[in-house]
């Protein structure tokens, strides 16, 4: 068995870092060894407790705070792993310089998303500037893509039956339908971290971890195939979603604290990127210089999108972001006014 690695992992109560933990902790080799870090303001939440009752060390610690009191947190840790909401990307750079002088052995910071270059979409330019800090400190670091999560690539049929996993309900094709992109299960992140950051070929490069390849209209395809209905899309023109980019911009540059507006631009940002671009194929990830996770790693088995498509047809998916803003600007609850609030803690 590999040597134990001390793991701090921050975000280990949200969406992405309750899945790396989930992971990390079914992969024997880390069992004994993960910290969770939180922010002061969070440390009581119920979420964060729970943790606590699954006998998970807290690490209490303001990453905004003081970097030389935040390297003496992190000394002894051999790997962070940043899964921060994408609202507070930039947020990470005082820990990557922390990290630096902490001399953590790898820092992975929070990409987990679809493999794009530069100047594609603002939250993936962020990500860029964090990696950047990364190279400029010489910290070691693997960055760790996983293209769009399953749980939010399908579509709605027309009875309803599947809204109970709903997060976001996006019924456009864009451009043609016949581009490819890369999905992961969402519920894989962490059994592909687990083997990624014990793996000493994938130190200081980028790994793309994925499940399936596949185009909006294969989605549609497997979605009526399992269901028997038939899915109802309308059809955005690569033109027409420059015009939404624009018109959320605008709505941004008057009121940067437009959470709707924000939404609506990194998911058009990623629209574009995935279905026009074509960024997100396992093709453009080794342009990029990616490592791909399933040659490294012949033997994972990762969930299928069919696989999860038929979990979702017998009832038994589990919609992300339960409780969350999100849901309110989906229009089920709130009132669309809500603000970057997500950004200051
Ligand atoms: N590939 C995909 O399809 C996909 C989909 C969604 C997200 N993502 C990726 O996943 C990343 C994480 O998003 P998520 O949706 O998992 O976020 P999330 O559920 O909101 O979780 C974010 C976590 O970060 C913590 N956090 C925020 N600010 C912090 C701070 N200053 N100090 C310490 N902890 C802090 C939060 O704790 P608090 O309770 O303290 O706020 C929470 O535990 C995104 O950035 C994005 O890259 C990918």
């Not at 979702?312 to 803003?325: D, H, I, M, Q, S």
Request: charged content about 25%.
């Amino acid at each position: 068995m590999a040597a134990k690695q001390k793991v701090l992992l921050l975000g280990a109560h949200g969406e992405t870092g309750g899945d790396i933990l989930n992971g990390l902790l079914e992969d024997g080799g880390f069992s004994q060894e993960i910290s969770c870090l939180v922010q002061p303001s969070s440390a009581e939440k119920p979420a964060v407790e729970a943790l606590q009752a699954r006998g998970l060390p807290i690490v209490v610690a303001d990453i905004s705070g003081d970097v030389e009191e935040l390297a003496k947190t992190l000394q002894g840790f051999d790997t962070v792993i940043s899964a921060i909401h994408a609202l507070h990307i930039l947020a990470q750079i005082p820990l990557v310089d922390a990290a630096a002088k902490a001399g953590v052995k790898r820092f992975v910071p929070c990409d987990f998303a679809v493999t794009m270059p530069p100047g594609v979409s603002k939250l993936r330019d962020e990500k860029e500037v964090v990696h950047q800090r990364i190279w400029q400190a010489h910290l070691p670091y693997t960055f760790i893509d996983v293209g769009y999560w399953h749980q939010l690539s399908w579509f709605r049929v027309p009875s309803g039956r599947l809204d109970y996993a709903l997060t976001f309900d996006t019924p456009e094709v864009f451009g043609d339908g016949n581009t490819r992109t890369l999905l992961s299960d969402k519920r894989d992140m962490g059994r592909f971290v687990a083997r990624i950051i014990k793996d000493p070929r994938t130190l200081n490069h980028s790994v793309i971890a994925w499940s399936d390849e596949i185009t909006q209209k294969e989605i549609i395809h497997l979605i009526e195939s399992k269901t028997g209905e038939t899915v109802s899309v309308s059809t955005v023109s690569p033109q027409q979603l420059e015009v939404a980019i624009a018109a959320a911009e605008e709505t941004l540059k008057t009121d940067p604290e437009n959470l709707r507006a924000w939404v609506q631009r990194s998911g058009a940002h990623y629209n574009r990127a995935k279905w026009i671009r074509a960024d997100g194929t396992l093709e453009n990830a080794k342009y990029l210089g990616y490592l791909d996770a399933r040659e490294l790693y012949p033997d994972f088995k990762p969930v299928t999108f069919e696989k999860y498509i038929d979990e979702l047809v017998a009832g038994e998916a589990k919609r992300p972001y339960n409780e969350t803003v999100f849901q309110a600007l989906m229009g089920t609850k709130g009132d669309g006014e809500e603000r970057l609030v997500l950004r200051t803690g």
